[in-house]
């Protein structure tokens, strides 16, 4: 009968889920991406400083990530174009 009426197997757990069960599977998500960006950037870092650039020029592209003036992409593209030339 579920299944004539379009309900598929799960939805019901699902919206049961009220206020503080929403909440907590929602910070969890919040909680995986914050560590998803902290690898990120440690890698970022560990490229800028593994590129055959001067200690300056490392520590001022990772200063402009810290301050949020250079996104991790911008960083890296930016390894692979000095790189080329």
Do not use: H
């Amino acid at each position: 009968m579920a299944e004539a009426l379009g309900f598929a197997r799960g939805t019901r757990k699902r919206l049961n889920k009220i206020g503080l069960d929403i909440a907590v599977e929602d910070q969890a998500q919040q909680d995986v991406m914050r560590v998803v960006d902290k690898v990120i950037r440690r890698q970022t870092i560990a490229i800028v400083n593994g590129a055959n650039w001067s200690r300056e020029q490392a520590d001022a592209t990772i200063e402009k990530l810290n301050r949020g003036d250079m996104t991790d992409d911008e960083a890296r593209k930016m390894v692979t174009e000095v790189a080329k030339s």
